[in-house]
């Protein structure tokens, strides 16, 4: 078996914009067989991410789903969105960092009736939905171990199409599609890099700021201590008039 065979799969539920319920993927098909259950999305509907993670732990393939939860915590037992098969015929999707991904949502869906069992993953830069899994998938808490899964792996595009995927997966991975620790200290480096730039260039704008702050409160400190000193010589001239000290 061959690396480039090896998957996982997993299962995300967002609360808001971020991931708050994580499970594997036969933990999900207990929730769907109503062996398990969401207390904590009682009542509503639950927007989910069927992801195929490959080597590196890097996402290959995500499904953004729709999923009823009732009253008592149990997953709508209709539900018949074949995620397996939509990710396989799914199209191109952004570059998390490994090469585009496949992706199948609201917008993108290869059956166009479970598109409306579908959502749209929305947002900029970091709030992303799809790089918010990605981050997700990078801490492992779900401690996922690639095996050969035949039923997820991705077949054969157009010879043209599957080049141009190839080539961008080549510059993250090595040698039987092996992930280039090289590469990966390089991004993880450019993203450091990068935020540190942003917190020392607020923090400069902060320090500006609080230093013109400073130097207004000095002038004005100038300023009123100037009127003092003149009412105070007015003050005294008075005095000495009312005393016949001066010429009047």
């Given at each position: 078996?061959?690396?480039?065979?090896?998957?996982?799969?997993?299962?995300?539920?967002?609360?808001?914009?971020?991931v708050?319920?994580?499970?594997?993927?036969?933990?999900?098909?207990?929730?769907?067989?109503?062996?398990?259950?969401?207390?904590?999305?009682?009542a509503?509907?639950?927007?989910?991410?069927?992801?195929?993670?490959?080597?590196?732990?890097?996402?290959?393939?995500?499904?953004?789903?729709?999923?009823?939860?009732d009253?008592?915590?149990?997953a709508?037992?209709?539900?018949?969105?074949?995620?397996?098969?939509?990710?396989?015929?799914?199209g191109?999707?952004p570059?998390?960092?490994?090469?585009?991904?496949?992706?199948?949502?609201?917008?993108?869906?290869?059956?166009?009736?479970?598109?409306?069992?579908?959502?749209?993953?929305?947002?900029?830069?970091?709030?992303?939905?799809?790089?918010?899994?990605?981050?997700?998938?990078?801490?492992?808490?779900?401690?996922?171990?690639?095996?050969?899964?035949?039923?997820?792996?991705?077949?054969?595009?157009?010879?043209?199409?599957?080049?141009?995927?190839?080539?961008?997966?080549?510059?993250?991975?090595?040698?039987?599609?092996?992930?280039?620790?090289?590469?990966?200290?390089?991004?993880?480096?450019?993203?450091?890099?990068?935020?540190?730039?942003?917190?020392?260039?607020?923090?400069?704008q902060?320090q500006?700021?609080?230093?013109?702050?400073?130097?207004?409160c000095?002038?004005?400190?100038?300023?009123?201590?100037?009127?003092?000193?003149?009412?105070?010589?007015?003050?005294?001239?008075?005095?000495?008039?009312?005393?016949?000290?001066?010429?009047?």
């Amino acid at each position: 078996m061959s690396q480039q065979d090896a998957f996982a799969e997993a299962v995300f539920f967002f609360d808001g914009s971020e991931v708050s319920t994580e499970m594997h993927f036969a933990e999900f098909e207990a929730l769907l067989n109503g062996a398990a259950s969401l207390q904590a999305f009682a009542a509503s509907r639950v927007r989910g991410a069927y992801v195929v993670v490959g080597t590196g732990l890097a996402v290959r393939g995500v499904v953004c789903f729709l999923l009823r939860i009732d009253e008592n915590g149990h997953a709508d037992r209709s539900f018949s969105v074949p995620l397996r098969h939509l990710v396989r015929h799914a199209g191109p999707g952004p570059d998390l960092g490994f090469g585009p991904i496949r992706l199948s949502s609201k917008s993108q869906c290869s059956v166009s009736w479970h598109a409306l069992n579908l959502w749209q993953p929305e947002g900029d830069g970091e709030a992303n939905p799809l790089k918010v899994l990605q981050r997700a998938v990078w801490r492992n808490r779900l401690g996922l171990k690639l095996t050969k899964a035949e039923e997820v792996a991705f077949p054969a595009t157009a010879a043209g199409v599957r080049a141009a995927k190839e080539q961008k997966l080549d510059e993250a991975f090595g040698d039987e599609g092996r992930v280039s620790l090289q590469q990966l200290i390089r991004n993880h480096s450019q993203q450091l890099e990068t935020t540190t730039r942003k917190y020392r260039s607020d923090l400069e704008q902060q320090q500006q700021i609080y230093l013109d702050q400073i130097r207004s409160c000095r002038d004005e400190i100038q300023r009123l201590k100037g009127l003092l000193r003149h009412e105070q010589s007015r003050n005294r001239r008075l005095q000495q008039l009312l005393r016949g000290e001066t010429d009047r």
